[in-house]
């Protein structure tokens, strides 16, 4: 039995499905008619990338089964080059077997496919027909060379033959150590594949129908790339496990060409300067980081693309602060959301892209700013963590407990003195950057008993994306660094996930996320148009592993 994850089932459903469509094309041949070159080809294509996808996960039935295939294609093509009723049984059966893997991957579960037996007696038929003779055909002619039957000599495995599928069952014991696997020849020619598709619908869209050819071609690289990736991970060990890394300026160049592509394509007026500090990241991460950037940089040329009194420049900055990021973009244009008759709280109907850039930084606990101090510090500014594996803290005290919470969801502490009362609400607050912040203290929003000791002497503000709030503590702050293994289970369930292990003490961490959450359930959301954190909700927003569809 076979046990395909989420990722794989989706992916590998993808590339039999293709199969199954070309096998389909080759359906529609007539008996004693001409292969067709085209069909012939793509069948190859397909037929290759599937057999050696099925070989790296173990399913050797089929993928021996594909193989002979593709020979007895290769031996047909050599001799008659007509299609005949034995192919089309054998195609016939591929496809009835191959359509009962499908429906088995559409069902819900985990991914579990039972192939024994399925493709054994294919495989059978095949074999009897590849012992019989075929004849070998003059290729301008398209007669017999001789009236006596010979084998045809189809070298596998060469560029003549119509199908170059890698052969099963080869012992890669002596395998030299310059010499590539088939599965990364696969994950290039599949790149290139894809380069050549966006190339050719950049040049000449082909509406639908192009998009469709580069999801597969797309698909089929990210296909290949996991299993690569699968390979990779073997390298690593127990205590230094492999994990992908991504450079800062690999960052840039992916949002440079993202910047390129859509100037073709939609006639952006602008040039796009980057710049970055020397750091690497976690993939995943990174890719956040970059789709965060483009919808932020679309947002941008939006406004402007149609401009023709503006040369347009957008300015991406990236500095490091130790194990986060603080990122800011800025451009030359005029219009901000102060001088517009959009309502202020509403940011998405002015930058549409913040839809999705809320959502990954909330589930990145993120700060994010828009228009900060009016446009004068940039566009948007946002931080964003370096990495899974260890995370910056800041260690305060509040309510007579010591807690601590991710040093990239701080955005200040400030003096008590500088707290308000709003006698109406009953409520204290704090103006930051002309917008009102509510403050409360950690034992006010818990539903556990936390002791109170101490009013405090200082307000530390905190939040996720454009909310704030202020949580009141005391003495003066501290910062430490703590790796996951030192996260152990939170002891105040409301307000944290977390409880931060530092030698015999445990930091409860707090979560932004929780404490906005309960402030809004204990106080209502009774917030003036100007208070931080009013706008509209984002339970819609694109989720962050998706791919941005603005291209």
Known sequence: MIILNEENRKLFGEQVNDHIAKLNDLMMLGAGEKFIEPVMQKISFANGLLAGSLRMLGMHEWSETLNQFGILMDKAAASTGCWDEALSQIVSELLEAEEQVVAELMKEGPGELELDGKFFGIQQEINVLLEESFYQVDPDTGQDGSTDPVEASVPVNSDETIFPIPSAGIDHSDRSADENFNTMNRLIASLEKVNEKLNSYLVEPKGEAGIRDLELAYGESEFFLGLVGNILKQLGNRNNSFSAKVSSQTVLDGVEDFSGINTRMHGWRSKIELSADAFSLERKVASDLAKILENCIFDINSMYCEREDIDLLVNVKITSEGLYLVATISDNGPDFLSDSRVDRDDTVAFY?????????????????????????????????????????????????????????????????????????????????????????????????????????????????????????????????????????????????????HICEREYPVIDPKLILERYEMIYGNQESPDMAGSYVEDGDATDSDEEISRV
């Open 352 to 500: 549409k892209g913040l839809l999705e850039v809320r959502s990954i930084l909330k589930k990145w606990g993120c700060l994010l700013w828009v228009e900060p101090e009016n446009g004068r510090g940039g566009r948007f500014k946002f931080t964003f963590p370096r990495t899974t594996v260890m995370t910056e803290y800041h260690l305060l005290n509040g309510s007579g407990n010591s807690f601590a919470v991710a040093s990239r969801s701080v955005e200040d502490s400030i003096d008590m003195e500088d707290v308000q009362w709003d006698e109406e609400s009953h409520r204290r607050y704090v103006i930051i950057s002309e917008k009102s912040v509510p403050v409360c203290r950690i034992d006010e929003l818990a539903t556990e008993d936390i002791k109170t000791e101490v009013e405090g002497d200082k307000v530390v503000i905190i939040g996720q994306a454009e909310e704030r709030i202020g949580i009141i503590t005391s003495g003066p702050l501290q910062k430490t660094e703590g790796i996951v293994e030192q996260l152990v289970e939170g002891v105040w369930t409301s307000i944290t996930r977390h409880s931060l």
